[in-house]
């Protein structure tokens, strides 16, 4: 039976909460930055203090800066531009902030396609440049139609901001849908060039921006979805990722200084012992740690995935008080910036820099962009406990708040119409704080639920029959990416087909815990397959008969928490139709599945 398109099938500020949740996003008070009181745990993966580490052999001449600063903008020198890629020269022959600072998007929205295909600079504008404003142009398989990905720190959302993003998607009809991504914030989809203008000055009105959200910018940056509601967590993510998001795009006006970068690069903060926010997948990772009393961070650095190449992020052997998470941020943003490759975009991510410096070459450049030029060595009390077993946050759970609770809904492959977003900031509304959290699963959690409320709440029509608190074992951890549906880098069609190879697969065994089933579209790996129990990764197979279909290489032994590691191949160019038997298989020899007819046959 042919796939039917999943939209069809699935009928960036702080938020102050009304439940004394509230918090300042430009200073960090003393109470703001409490840890919850534990036993600080040594931290084995830390280097030990190295005072007598030795110096970079890096030969001096590699160390100068290969960008400068001209009229505001940051800009590759004319020595160093043999042998760059095709973004970059984009890049120099106009900076794409341009559309943003200068208003240049206000005079592209007023072409036709016909007329911005016409001119280099403008087909450039649309398929590239406009990255830098959150746009993604889905030329391939809709042309004229646009992506828009939003800044959403932490994941945390309000029922206004949703109501609105509902009202953009309604008018594009069967073009428009939302989607909650890996990195814990909204996509919406449909969008039309000349319509952009005004949803920029809509996005404003509601605390919210597009702005730097893709290309070579720096990402949402994940913090822990429990963020002070959690009565387990280390400490509130929400101040540190919030004042990341507004260095980032300089409070939605854009941070030029760091719009040129030579990669996408990925920060985290962490939150809780359950490592929610996944770390080791991260460019620049925060882990709690005191130290001499205090409280701040250790370090991690360069974790990534790419085409070529996938990294777990590895400590810098550095810490950092909470006062200096965004001086550190801007320093590492700086080195970057400065020093990274900028040719093959498969070699551009922070790691290769790491690896041509050394850690210690890359570790002295972001210690001479401190504002003291002092970077602290990684301290011996990390605060995360390597042995926390990773809670469930699906489903009804006590907050720290007495007489609250908050509520995790399962959101079938990310995936949401604008009927279904204005009935979700109702909910929040009437039985919460009008408050949303979004997760890295694609999830979402409604917080500060008066207990008195929450049998109201279960009985939701749409919690019945849509987005279920207490969704079935395997649907609990399946994560799609977009796939060809929408993205013309997709080789396959993800999300639909992972619900389908889901439900078939349930059909035929049994199982006792939660398995993470991850999709990606491509070897990109927006879906994160790599971290996935079982993960599947778009590639083209070949059928019984040796005729081309869609397929994929399938990933094997991911593991999040702290001890985390990257799947393996298991399987390559596995045609999609056989994928059901395979899994079922998985499932029973690896994760003690049990198939149905013998469960019954037990019963």
């Not at 440049?129 to 828009?148: A, C, E, I, T, V």
């Not at 004042?243 to 300089?250: D, E, G, W, Y």
Request: neutral net charge.
């Amino acid at each position: 039976m042919a796939l039917l398109p999943v939209n069809k099938i699935i009928p960036p500020t702080l938020v102050s909460s009304r439940r004394n949740n509230s918090l300042s996003s430009t200073t960090l008070s003393s109470s703001v930055i409490r840890c919850h009181q534990i036993r600080p745990q040594k931290a084995g993966a830390v280097s030990p203090a190295a005072e007598t580490a030795p110096a970079s052999s890096v030969d001096a001449a590699r160390l100068e800066p290969r960008v400068e600063e001209r009229d505001g903008f940051w800009v590759l020198k004319e020595k160093f531009r043999d042998g760059i890629n095709p973004a970059e020269k984009v890049k120099i022959e106009k900076d794409p902030m341009k559309l943003f600072v200068e208003d240049g998007i206000n005079d592209l929205a007023t072409l036709s396609m016909e007329e911005i295909d016409k001119a280099k600079h403008n087909k450039d504008d649309v398929d590239v440049r406009l990255k830098w404003l959150g746009l993604f142009h889905r030329r391939k398989h809709h042309y004229g139609r646009f992506m828009m990905r939003l800044k959403l720190p932490n994941g945390v959302t309000t029922s206004e901001q949703t109501r609105y993003l509902a009202s953009v998607i309604k008018k594009y009809g069967e073009d428009g849908c939302a989607d909650v991504t890996t990195r814990q914030n909204w996509q919406i989809r449909g969008v039309v060039l000349p319509d952009v203008p005004e949803i920029i000055k809509g996005l404003e009105a509601v605390g919210l921006t597009s702005l730097q959200s893709g290309m070579d910018n720096v990402r949402n940056p994940v913090g822990n979805p429990l963020a002070g509601i959690d009565p387990h967590e280390i400490v509130d993510t929400r101040p540190f990722t919030n004042l990341i998001s507004q260095f980032v795009t300089a409070n939605s006006r854009g941070n030029l200084s760091i719009t040129n970068l030579p990669r996408k690069w990925n920060p985290c903060v962490i939150g809780s012992h359950d490592l929610y926010e996944h770390p080791h997948i991260n460019d620049l990772a925060y882990m709690p740690a005191t130290k001499n009393g205090k409280f701040g961070f250790n370090l991690l650095v360069g974790g990534f995935f790419s085409i070529k190449r996938c990294e777990e992020a590895i400590p810098l052997d550095a810490w950092v008080s909470a006062e200096d998470v965004v001086p550190v941020c801007k320093a590492m943003l700086e080195a970057f910036r400065d020093l990274g490759f900028r040719g093959n975009r498969q070699k551009c991510r922070m790691m290769w820099l790491i690896d041509e410096l050394g850690m210690e070459g890359f570790r002295a450049e972001v210690e001479k962009r401190m504002p003291n030029q002092v970077l602290e060595r990684a301290s011996s009390e990390e605060l995360v406990q390597k042995q926390w077993e990773r809670r469930e946050y699906l489903g009804v759970h006590p907050q720290k708040q007495e007489g609250f609770s908050f509520v995790g809904l399962h959101i079938p492959v990310g995936r949401l119409q604008a009927d279904e977003m204005e009935d979700l900031a109702r909910i929040a509304d009437e039985y919460g704080s009008g408050e949303l959290r979004l997760t890295v699963e694609q999830n979402i959690i409604i917080s500060n639920v008066e207990n008195s409320k929450v049998d109201a709440l279960l009985n939701e029509p749409l919690l019945k029959e849509r987005f279920s608190p207490e969704p079935p074992i395997l649907m609990k951890g399946l994560v799609a990416c977009t796939g060809s549906q929408f993205c013309g880098q997709a080789i396959i069609e993800t999300k639909a087909r992972a619900l389908k190879v889901t439900e078939e697969v349930q059909r035929l065994v049994s199982v006792t815990r939660p398995v993470r089933m991850h999709w990606t579209g491509c070897p990109n790996s927006c879906g994160q397959v790599q971290v996935a129990d079982i993960g599947f990764m778009g590639c083209m197979a070949r059928d019984e008969n040796g005729k081309p279909c869609e397929g994929a290489d399938v990933f094997v032994g991911g593991r999040i928490g702290s001890d985390s590691h990257l799947g393996e191949i298991y399987k390559k160019q596995v045609p999609c139709k056989d994928l059901v038997p395979i899994v079922a298989e998985l499932l029973i020899n690896q994760f003690g599945a049990v198939p149905r007819e013998r469960e019954e046959a037990e019963q």
